[in-house]
């Protein structure tokens, strides 16, 4: 109740929850739906304390926890429901009402991939639920231990194709960075990660849509994806010499 207080009086956009100290190690006779209600409850009774203040969950596999009591972007979206239908104050039932989202989620690039999800599905998901609230954006590789590594260090198309689903969505909101350098002096860290995520927006800029959306829509016209990674070999590598001619795409 505190922290949403101070989130009403700086007006901010949101308060991200990261439950990470709550879930269980053994999964033997937890009693889950008692576990996830003293959590939805609590959650529920704050917000109704002070209306009107956005949240966003922050699914988690695991870590600190062994498995954290919400793991994946599915367990996010559904307890963003939840707590919405355990809300009682009539100013947050109005904004409910009024077709506002008070839970919402802030994913994590780097969580999504402790979990082994598709990260351009994941954010699809949260989004077609008008869910998405932020962003934090790093990387590393599938599953994992939670390293926090820069944007694009590793599988920067993930980043890519987690960006472009953001764009087709119309998203334009902010995008947080959330990394642990270990190894590098934290201002050429935080540049390299600024410097990287401009890079890859200016790239979904470029992309050339109609062409996309043609392959994409039809499959049985462009060889399923053959057309469509041909054209990605060609976005990623411009100045690449030798290439075979690039195949016509068909449209319906």
């Not at 790093?138 to 944007?151: M, S, W």
């Not at 980043?159 to 990394?179: P, T």
């Not at 590098?184 to 992309?207: E, G």
Request: charged content about 25%.
């Amino acid at each position: 109740m505190a922290t949403l207080k101070m989130n009403r009086e700086h007006k901010t956009d949101f308060s991200v929850v990261w439950p990470g100290g709550d879930g269980y190690e053994i999964s033997f006779g937890i009693n889950f739906d008692a576990m996830w209600s003293r959590f939805e409850d609590a959650l529920a009774e704050a917000m109704d304390e002070v209306p009107g203040v956005r949240i966003a969950i922050e699914p988690k596999p695991y870590e600190p926890r062994g498995n954290n009591i919400w793991r994946n972007t599915a367990d996010g979206v559904i307890m963003c429901a939840d707590v919405e239908a355990k809300l009682k104050n009539p100013a947050n039932k109005k904004l409910l009402a009024a077709g506002h989202k008070l839970v919402t989620m802030n994913p994590e690039l780097g969580h999504v991939l402790m979990g082994c999800e598709d990260f351009p599905y994941s954010l699809a998901r949260i989004l077609r639920q008008g869910r998405l609230a932020h962003t934090h954006w790093n990387n590393q590789p599938l599953g994992n231990y939670d390293q926090d590594l820069n944007v694009g260090a590793l599988n920067p198309d993930t980043a890519f194709a987690g960006l472009y689903a953001m764009k087709m969505h119309g998203y334009s909101g902010y995008y947080g960075i959330d990394i642990f350098p270990e190894r590098i002096p934290i201002r050429q860290a935080l540049q390299n990660n600024f410097d990287r995520m401009k890079a890859l927006m200016q790239m979904c800029d470029d992309v050339n849509h109609e062409l996309v959306a043609a392959c994409v829509e039809n499959p049985d016209l462009n060889g399923g994806t053959g057309v469509l990674e041909a054209y990605l070999t060609r976005l990623w590598h411009p100045k690449a010499k030798g290439l075979s001619s690039m195949p016509k795409v068909r449209r319906g």
